[in-house]
């Protein structure tokens, strides 16, 4: 069997074009004078059998991501049903968890996430209470060391997986002085069969927090592209934060994630979580033919990969 990866959204929080924004790439989009494409909210689908399917992360599009996508609509032969098996959470942010509130007509949903995750979900947003008079939501730890990615009747998908931590602030929701670990981690999922991995990192503030040998020894790589540059926001006129203080490796600049891209040995890497005001989301702009000659490419989605 194959590992396979689907894109469902590859944008960061409010996606693109966002709802209230005029930015030039969001007001070029709306008007049809940029070469770019729309992109709905950080949500990836992946499956070790093709028949049971696991989200990373959750996003306020997923109804529309289901619809695009029919290996997670109903299956024919059952009157309601679905083939996602399961979710795994990268953090607690809106864009990665709202969704979750949106899948409630179903069985219960089986979710991976950190005690902090869940904590900041439980306390910030009332989520599994509140699921709980819907589907009901059971909560996995996730392991911290290679193991299989169960079916809930414990039966074999045919993925491994492990969960990291990686550096990250709590959502703007949960009180920022009060980080802790498990606020963020990363996740690499192993086809059992072939060996080929899979590492998932929609959300990354440095390479010092990845395993070494995961850079050099994975054969693709979801990667946080959300900012071009530190200012961006300040510099679009849409805000005043930077990459650093929201927890983004910027993609571009001599410390950019980009320059390190370049040098690792992975067949497949690719941005994802874009923010709107990302100068690399315009097919014809320097940065984005900057990361195509990189080697690396701007996830759109849709986009798949058969591992
Ligand atoms: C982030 O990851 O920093 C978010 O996309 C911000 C947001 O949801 O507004
Ligand atoms: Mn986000
Ligand atoms: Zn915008």
Redesign the pocket.
Same mark, same amino acid.
């Given at each position: 069997m194959l590992m396979y990866v689907h894109l469902l959204g590859t944008a960061? %929080? %409010?996606g693109f074009p966002q709802w209230n924004c005029n930015c030039i790439n969001c007001h070029g989009l709306r008007t049809g004078k940029i070469c770019a494409r729309a992109r709905t909210q950080s949500c990836v689908a992946i499956s070790g059998d093709g028949c049971h399917w696991f989200l990373l992360n959750v996003s306020p599009d997923i109804r529309e991501q289901i619809a695009s996508f029919p290996a997670l609509q109903p299956p024919l032969h059952a009157r309601r049903g679905t083939a996602i098996t399961g979710i795994l959470l990268t953090d607690a &942010?809106? &864009?990665h968890s709202l969704g979750l509130l949106l899948l409630r007509e179903g069985t219960p949903l089986h979710v991976y996430a950190t005690s902090s995750i869940r904590q900041t979900l439980t306390s910030g947003l009332n989520l599994a209470p509140t699921l709980q008079a819907y589907s009901g939501l059971c909560w996995h730890e996730p392991s911290c060391s290679l193991a299989p990615l169960l079916c809930p009747d414990g039966s074999a998908t045919g993925l491994l997986y492990e969960a990291f931590p990686v550096s990250g602030h709590p959502p703007r929701f949960r009180e920022r002085a009060l980080q802790q670990p498990g606020d963020r981690v990363g996740y690499r999922f192993t086809d059992e069969q072939n060996g080929k991995t899979l590492l998932f990192l929609p %959300?990354l503030s440095s390479f010092e927090d990845i395993p070494h040998h995961y850079l050099y020894d994975s054969h693709a790589l979801l990667l946080d592209g959300?900012f071009w540059s530190e200012y961006e926001m300040e510099e679009q006129q849409v805000g005043n934060t930077s990459a650093t203080q929201? %927890?983004?490796l910027p993609v571009g600049g001599p410390f950019g994630s980009l320059a390190r891209l370049a040098t690792l040995p992975i067949d497949h890497k690719i941005y994802m979580?874009i923010n709107n005001t990302n100068p690399m989301l315009l097919e014809d702009s320097p940065e984005y033919a900057s990361v195509r000659s990189a080697q690396a490419e701007v996830g759109w989605d849709g986009l798949e990969l058969l591992l």
């Amino acid at each position: 069997m194959l590992m396979y990866v689907h894109l469902l959204g590859t944008a960061a %929080g %409010g996606g693109f074009p966002q709802w209230n924004c005029n930015c030039i790439n969001c007001h070029g989009l709306r008007t049809g004078k940029i070469c770019a494409r729309a992109r709905t909210q950080s949500c990836v689908a992946i499956s070790g059998d093709g028949c049971h399917w696991f989200l990373l992360n959750v996003s306020p599009d997923i109804r529309e991501q289901i619809a695009s996508f029919p290996a997670l609509q109903p299956p024919l032969h059952a009157r309601r049903g679905t083939a996602i098996t399961g979710i795994l959470l990268t953090d607690a &942010d809106l &864009d990665h968890s709202l969704g979750l509130l949106l899948l409630r007509e179903g069985t219960p949903l089986h979710v991976y996430a950190t005690s902090s995750i869940r904590q900041t979900l439980t306390s910030g947003l009332n989520l599994a209470p509140t699921l709980q008079a819907y589907s009901g939501l059971c909560w996995h730890e996730p392991s911290c060391s290679l193991a299989p990615l169960l079916c809930p009747d414990g039966s074999a998908t045919g993925l491994l997986y492990e969960a990291f931590p990686v550096s990250g602030h709590p959502p703007r929701f949960r009180e920022r002085a009060l980080q802790q670990p498990g606020d963020r981690v990363g996740y690499r999922f192993t086809d059992e069969q072939n060996g080929k991995t899979l590492l998932f990192l929609p %959300g990354l503030s440095s390479f010092e927090d990845i395993p070494h040998h995961y850079l050099y020894d994975s054969h693709a790589l979801l990667l946080d592209g959300t900012f071009w540059s530190e200012y961006e926001m300040e510099e679009q006129q849409v805000g005043n934060t930077s990459a650093t203080q929201m %927890g983004h490796l910027p993609v571009g600049g001599p410390f950019g994630s980009l320059a390190r891209l370049a040098t690792l040995p992975i067949d497949h890497k690719i941005y994802m979580h874009i923010n709107n005001t990302n100068p690399m989301l315009l097919e014809d702009s320097p940065e984005y033919a900057s990361v195509r000659s990189a080697q690396a490419e701007v996830g759109w989605d849709g986009l798949e990969l058969l591992l």
